[in-house]
């Protein structure tokens, strides 16, 4: 079902503008616009939607709009942490073996395809700072979503959950996305492991290459689960972030999971 967000006045979109105009008032004049629009009642996905669309509109020099864009993209995800993890449930209590996650990065692709305006994100800190809570086993394996913009970042994770990185996926879909220098068509499934977790058997390998049709936002295909269940059977499996619950042999998670 298409999300439709409430659209500020015109008036509300005039002082939005005036942030291309100098680079050190940009933050004032989206605090005018934010309170602009709260007056007019708007939540913060309807503000942070318009705002995000009204960057990528806008016309002015490169250099000055990725600047303004990646400003205002951390100054938007501060907004919307209060309300973004309302519901986050408990972690699960046990020691788990098998991990997948698919953390809500932070990052801003302009327009609709920006994170922001499907799903509440993280900072960077906040998702190396969960593994100190997440119930992992001494001898465990990470399978971490990332995309290719994301590497860094995901590595930096992948080191701050106590893990070492080794191999992955490449998940490649049918259509292609967006994306600042090309149009993404693969995501990355990044492998690592903590302790003495062995390989899998040999004739549980699998390809590298996942082929699967994309989505919603996002969303990941459900061969994966089937894919790990195979390297590693018969073990305690987490999944973070979760939006479903793939069968009873996982335990799951996240905000977004339907009840």
């Known amino acids: 079902?298409?999300?439709?967000?409430?659209?500020?006045?015109?008036e509300a979109f005039d002082e939005l503008d005036k942030c291309a105009n100098s680079a050190e008032s940009m933050i004032s004049h989206f605090r005018k616009y934010e309170a602009m629009c709260r007056d007019e009642g708007l939540d913060t996905k309807d503000i942070n939607f318009h705002a995000m669309r009204r960057l990528s509109?806008?016309?002015?020099?490169?250099?000055?709009?990725?600047y303004l864009r990646k400003d205002l993209t951390t100054e938007i995800s501060k907004n919307n942490l209060s309300d973004k993890h309302e519901n986050t449930p408990e972690l699960p209590i046990g020691q788990f073996d098998v991990i997948l996650a698919d953390p809500p990065w932070t990052f801003d692709v302009g327009g609709r395809g920006a994170a922001i305006n499907h799903y509440g994100v993280m900072?960077?800190?906040?998702?190396?700072?969960?593994?100190?809570?997440?119930?992992?086993?001494?001898?465990?394996?990470?399978?971490?979503w990332s995309t290719q913009a994301?590497?860094?970042?995901?590595?930096?994770?992948?080191?701050?959950?106590?893990?070492e990185y080794h191999s992955g996926f490449v998940w490649v879909k049918d259509k292609f996305g967006t994306g600042f220098f090309v149009?993404?068509?693969?995501?990355?499934?990044?492998?690592?492991?903590k302790g003495k977790m062995p390989h899998?058997?040999?004739?549980?390998?699998?390809?590298s290459v996942i082929n699967a049709d994309r989505n919603q936002h996002s969303k990941k295909p459900d061969i994966v689960y089937e894919i790990i269940e195979r390297m590693y059977p018969n073990r305690e499996?987490?999944?973070?972030?979760?939006?479903?619950?793939?069968?009873?042999?996982w335990a799951v998670w996240?905000?977004?999971?339907?009840?």
């Open 183 to 193: 149009r993404g068509q693969h995501e990355l499934l990044l492998i690592s492991t």
């Open 150 to 163: 994301m590497i860094k970042k995901a590595l930096e994770v992948i080191e701050a959950w106590g893990f």
């Open 57 to 66: 509109e806008l016309k002015v020099p490169t250099r000055t709009s990725l």
């Open 200 to 207: 899998p058997e040999e004739s549980n390998r699998p390809s």
């Open 1 to 10: 079902m298409e999300i439709e967000f409430k659209k500020p006045s015109k």
């Open 237 to 249: 499996y987490l999944e973070l972030f979760a939006r479903k619950r793939f069968s009873d042999k």
């Open 123 to 144: 900072t960077d800190i906040e998702i190396q700072n969960l593994g100190n809570k997440i119930p992992i086993a001494d001898n465990a394996i990470l399978f971490l």
């Open 254 to 259: 996240g905000n977004q999971i339907d009840t």
